[in-house]
């Protein structure tokens, strides 16, 4: 049974802790454990950090110029708002340094990037290459509705429990009225804040390097 398992894991566990000094997180893991935080984790949590840690071994561990000169360049690409195509690249490394399942798209119609893990899918409509003034257009969120049904059609592992959330990443903080009625299932976030939220997740990551 599933409790049988556990009382073993949690022997297993305590064993490893016991016999180590040199890995003081298995110890805080154990007590993590015992107050049953791991069972209540996202079901996801483990890919991403099995990806996580493949991103970060790739770049190797020996000295930070490749970890810092991928992330300064995540994070200035970022910020630009006047290649779009600059960024939507960090858009994608971003999400691959994240341990998402992240890519691209030039294809009419198709998202800009998506990142997946299991069966959670986020879309990006972004439209970043504006000072902020001009309103989302109707055509932009019309592409961002449909990008479940692109994705679906043309991204291999999508199941039909996949869940979408749908997002369009800008500087403009208004939508054209005729656009209102259709962009309820949209998401909005502020491309200032999507940057300031890069530099936290970023910060994390390199904590746990």
Known sequence: SNENFK???QQRFNQAANCTSSVPWLRKLVEFDSLGYLEDQDPYTPVLIERLEFELNKMGTTNDRKFENRVNEIL??????????????????????????????????????????????????????????????????????????????KVPGISENTEFVRVIISPSNSVESAAVTIARDVAYWNQESFVKWAHESIAVIRRLR
Not at 94 to 122: H, K
Request: proline share 5%; net charge negative; glycine share 8%.
């Open 7 to 9: 009382a073993i894991a």
């Open 76 to 153: 200035s690409g970022l910020a630009d708002q006047t290649d779009s195509k600059r960024f939507e690249r960090a858009h994608v490394d971003l999400g691959r340094l994240l341990g998402y399942n992240a890519d691209n798209t030039d294809e009419d119609g198709g998202p800009d990037p998506w990142w997946i893990v299991g069966d959670f899918c986020l879309t990006a409509e972004d439209y970043t290459e504006t000072d902020g003034k001009k309103p989302i257009s109707l055509y932009k969120v019309r592409q961002a509705n449909d990008h479940p049904t692109w994705i679906s059609k």
